[in-house]
């Protein structure tokens, strides 16, 4: 049974992602939906939008094998709740499997069950977070990461893809996948796929060049020089530079390798494609391009990060 911890002022899709991920891969297994919420108190459980969640008190944990803990605003008092900690570990002891999505991490850190384990939060929380868990292995550009029974999250969505992780563990990759395409996900991300967007990263990612970078995203397998950019702005090669540079804070070619890589780092992580596959698709063209950009931006080759995404 799984069981989604909440607290008063957590962050509703925390815990309703989650939720609705066990909910749809029950049906697609054709089993019955084993899920039960928890709060240190029985009845309605206010989130921090107001929308109010039934929960059952502590009690109702016995059959409990899988714990999710939310985040939220009011993560912090649920982190120093005595009796919230001592629920975590003695579940955690009874070798639960135990995960946190977003802040809900706090929970677990308090308990002690990150100390010496790699593990995330959102990305606004890891400077504090760092700083309050010296002990954690703390990995912040991470979807989620999983330390032997114990699995953290990134922010909100991220949840979601733990969910579907452990729905591969428990019932099958094609199950999980079977899920992934019932919540019309685009592709189910691995753990080890960055935090972050390349074009969220930008200075200014919506702006007058937002649409070429989107369309460049959609066309990596073409040449895409900033002559061949220039041009599709309608601008000299020129004017395009100085004017991309000042809006985006980079340069074209560099904001292209960095499109080029967050692609082809998910198509590596998320299927089995040949590498060969990958950096033609992406417009590396030659795998070993590929592999020496990959070492400078991630510190690792590509099929390193394969390799961890499977084992996480």
């Known amino acids: 049974m799984i069981g989604i911890l909440i607290f008063p002022d957590f ?52 059959a409990i094998t899988t714990l999710i803990i939310a985040g939220g605003v009011g993560v912090t008092d649920a982190a120093r709740c ?8 003695r579940l955690a002891k009874r070798g639960v499997r135990v995960a946190s999505v977003c802040s809900g991490a706090y929970v677990l850190a308090e308990a002690g069950l990150l100390d010496g384990r790699r593990a995330t939060t959102h ?16 990995e912040p550009d991470q979807i989620f990461t ?12 991220a949840g979601i893809d733990l969910a579907l992780a452990m729905v591969s563990e428990d019932h099958g990759e094609e199950i999980a996948q079977q899920a992934a395409r019932h919540l019309v996900l685009y592709h189910r991300r691995s753990g080890g796929q960055s935090q972050f967007s390349s074009l969220l990263e930008l200075k200014a990612p ?36 100085r004017a991309f540079a000042a809006e ?11 499109l080029r890589l967050e692609v082809a780092r998910e198509r590596v992580q998320s299927s089995r494609e040949g590498i060969e596959l990958v950096a033609e698709a992406t ?11 990959f070492i400078r931006a991630f510190g690792q080759p590509p099929q390193a990060l394969r390799r961890a995404a499977r084992a996480g």
């Open 11 to 62: 962050q509703l899709l925390d815990a309703a992602g989650p939720i609705s991920v066990f909910e749809v891969a029950a049906r697609c297994a054709g089993t019955p939906l084993a899920l039960r919420v928890l709060a240190l108190n029985a009845g309605p459980v206010r989130s921090s939008s107001g929308v109010e969640m039934m929960a059952r008190d502590f009690k109702s944990a016995n």
């Open 206 to 241: 919506n702006g007058r060049f937002g649409a070429l970078l989107s369309w460049a995203r959609e066309n990596l397998d073409t040449r895409l020089t900033v002559e061949d950019l220039a041009d599709r702005a309608g601008m000299s090669a020129r004017h395009f530079a």
């Open 283 to 293: 417009g590396f063209r030659d795998p070993e391009r590929m592999r020496r950009a």
């Open 123 to 138: 990305w606004g929380r890891t400077r504090d977070f760092v700083a309050r868990y010296p002990k954690v292995k703390f």
């Open 248 to 258: 985006t804070g980079t340069t074209p070619s560099k904001a292209i390798e960095r």
């Open 146 to 157: 999983r330390d032997g029974n114990v699995w953290t999250s990134a922010g909100i969505t």
């Open 82 to 89: 005595e009796a919230t900690r001592a629920f975590v570990l």
